[in-house]
């Protein structure tokens, strides 16, 4: 029984390696947060239905009537502009990268929670402006619109476009 004991541990000496006890792995765990940009309209108005209007008016909203929910993990630059270069609907008007109305002719401006005539944004098609530049990760913001109707109109038919908040990381 002896001699069995001797050739069992003789056996698992020459099995184990030298370095049994030492680690023979090391674990780093990795993390990252993805570059997520998300905005969205938070519930409420999501149109303007500004109604009647009369040549050469400027009706508006409040300057917090729309408000954008910034799901976005980082900073993020957003534009505003319009999506076609004309109104729809009977004859057409013209949107005004200006914001110059003339003969069917109308223009937008934007303002971002602020007061009307202090750093309002013109609402562009070609080009659009910056309404949150460098905004910070999940932080909410509202603007207001505001309508530089036509001097002149061609036909009473109800007209519209839509407005577009784009955000890409910044």
């Not at 040549?55 to 009537?65: C, D, H, V």
Request: aromatic share 8%; charged share 10%; with cysteine.
């Amino acid at each position: 029984m002896k001699r069995w004991l001797i050739v069992l541990i003789a056996l698992v000496v020459l099995l184990v390696p030298s370095t049994a006890f030492a680690l023979t792995t090391a674990d780093v765990t990795v993390t990252a947060t993805p570059s997520y940009v998300s905005i969205t309209l938070i519930p409420g108005p999501t149109t303007w239905p500004i109604g009647v209007v009369t040549e050469g008016s400027t009706p508006s909203t409040t300057t917090s009537y729309f408000t954008i929910d910034n799901a976005s993990t980082v900073q993020t630059d957003q534009t505003i502009s319009v999506t076609t270069a004309t109104w729809s609907g009977g004859v057409t008007w013209t949107h005004s990268d200006t914001c110059t109305p003339g003969t069917d002719t109308a223009g937008l401006k934007a303002n971002k929670g602020g007061t009307w005539g202090t750093s309002d944004i013109i609402v562009k098609n070609a080009s659009p402006n910056f309404i949150a530049e460098n905004q910070a990760a999940t932080t909410d913001y509202s603007f207001g619109l505001k309508l530089w109707a036509p001097t002149l109109f061609g036909d009473g038919v109800e007209k519209q476009i839509i407005v577009r908040i784009t955000a890409v990381a910044g």
